[in-house]
């Protein structure tokens, strides 16, 4: 009874140990980058996959269909890999939540913090390196038939929609990571 009572003393009320918190609460950067690399690597299988599946469907059908089909085709297309960005983040949030105890919504956070800093990084990287460097330009991918007004209008839609969703996953997988510690605890304190 009384090593009970002395056990229930040592933990606050989030069922810390006192000062745990204090130590190693916070951002883990280390559990962040391993966070980012999951959700980079599950986002490029399931952009493959979305890609394998558009052309296994017919999408590339030729250019009377595409035409046609582009409004149709790109807002289908912005929103699936909206949902695909936003499970590549969340299971990345996940994996940065799980690895560290405490802060499991901030460890999400500083997932899609890395993601962007990398990806910024590689933005002035290619514009300081020069055209030369860029693979894109020079694959010959076909055009796209829209005017360029309404691609840059859907772009920039998409692109909030993008940094939006994945932020908001990110932080979710991060919560819903760090429960695993919260259950164990209580377990543990049977």
């Known amino acids: 009874m009384a090593e009970e009572r002395h056990d229930e003393e040592r933990m606050d009320a989030r069922g810390d140990e006192p000062g745990a918190r204090e130590e190693f609460g916070g951002v883990n950067w280390g559990a962040a ?5 999951v959700a ?5 299988i399931l952009v493959a996959l979305l890609g394998a599946a558009g052309a296994a469907v017919g999408l590339s059908a030729g250019p009377v269909a595409a035409t046609s089909a582009a409004g149709t ?8 890999l909206l949902v695909v960005l936003m499970v590549a983040y969340y299971c990345g949030g996940y994996v940065a939540g799980r690895m560290s105890r405490f802060d499991g919504g901030r460890q ?3 997932v899609w913090v890395l993601g962007l800093v990398i990806a910024l990084v590689l933005a002035i990287v290619g514009a300081v390196a020069g055209s030369q460097y860029n693979v894109l330009a020079q694959l010959n991918l076909p055009a796209v038939p829209l005017d360029t007004g309404t691609l840059a209008t859907g772009g920039l839609i998409t692109l909030a929609a993008i940094l939006v969703g994945t932020l908001l996953a990110a932080a979710g997988g991060g919560k819903a990571g760090q429960r695993y510690h919260r ?5 543990a304190r049977g």
């Open 108 to 110: 999400g956070i500083s």
């Open 183 to 187: 259950r164990v605890d209580r377990v």
């Open 40 to 44: 980079v690597g599950l986002g490029a």
């Open 73 to 80: 085709v790109s807002l289908v297309g912005a929103i699936l």
């Open 33 to 37: 980058f391993f966070g980012w690399l």
